[in-house]
């Protein structure tokens, strides 16, 4: 009996492994691109431009202080921009976890709504190409994500700029460009990141001690093409060293929602069961007949 209650709690185990495996990078269909990633630092006046061409690549990667394999990724990020290759990362730690002080609401809402939650590591480039883990699709991260970074993502001529007044925290932006990259009823929206170049924890249990790019507050600056708001910048964990960030995202219109047939169920879920269903079902039963054969 006992047997059969391992074998069976096997099986349930492996059946709930996330779908999503490392290694393997997947294009978001569901949700828009982001671009932008113009960079100021917040405790000097000052402007930025650049042609949309010229702007880097977003990159968001999803850590925790205390993810060992993470580590493995930062380092692929970094050797990726060492090789001159055009990248900005955005690191979102864990919010509400207990060994990592950085966590911020708006940075977990945001992996919960665009990209179905956050997995340490995760890395996404320009919100549109999502790659799980420190396993490489190819045959290093580094090459892996030096690909993913110089996806064209067709954006045309324009021109992404923004100014920064440190007097008086007023913040500034402006996007020129061609409107046919727009979707049909969707539209862009524009964001100011704040990040912290470096935060010092030597807590963590993953051996590093300065942890770079640190999100600390998200603005949404609504979806006009130009304008002005005063920021209330957040406190950096130690240093002097806040950094600014436009971002620019395309938001896409919400799907049309799928038939119901006349019982209620959705088309895919009328008939029978899910193979993954039945295959575990299987399992668990030709499991339970093996063991009892040799009970017998």
């Known amino acids: ?140 991260l580094e090459e892996d994500y030096t690909a993913l970074a110089a996806m064209d993502l067709e954006l045309g001529a324009g021109v992404s700029s923004m100014g920064w007044n440190n007097d008086s925290g007023v913040f500034t932006w402006n996007l020129q460009y061609d409107e046919s990259i727009i979707p049909e009823d969707g539209e862009l929206v524009h964001m100011l990141w704040v990040t912290e170049r470096f935060a010092y924890f030597p807590e963590g249990s993953n051996g590093v001690e300065n942890y770079p790019h640190v999100i600390k507050a998200l603005f949404l600056l609504g979806n006009n093409s130009s304008g002005a708001m005063v920021i209330d910048l957040p406190e950096a964990h130690d240093g002097n060293d806040l950094q600014l960030h436009l971002i620019h995202e395309m938001v896409l219109p919400e799907p049309e929602p799928e038939p119901e047939v006349s019982d209620g169920l959705k088309p895919e879920q009328d008939g029978l069961p899910a193979l993954g269903f039945l295959a575990i079902i299987s399992a668990i039963g030709m499991a339970a007949i093996t063991v009892q054969r040799k009970q017998q």
């Open 1 to 140: 009996m006992r047997s059969r209650v391992i074998l069976i709690a096997l099986v349930l185990g492996l059946a709930s492994i996330p779908s999503a495996q490392g290694g393997t990078a997947e294009k978001l269909e569901d949700v828009g691109f982001t671009f932008g990633g113009l960079t100021l630092d917040a405790n000097t006046t000052g402007n930025a431009t650049s042609s949309l061409a010229d702007l880097p690549a977003v990159v968001e990667y999803y850590t925790a202080t205390w993810c060992a394999n993470c580590v493995y990724v930062e380092h692929a990020l970094d050797d990726v921009e060492n090789n001159s290759v055009n990248i900005q990362q955005f690191h979102f730690h864990r919010d509400q976890d207990s060994e990592d002080p950085w966590g911020t609401a708006e940075g977990e809402a945001r992996w919960d709504d665009r990209y179905d939650g956050g997995v340490a590591p995760t890395v996404v480039f320009n919100g549109s190409m999502k790659q799980i883990g420190s396993v490489a699709e190819g045959d290093s």
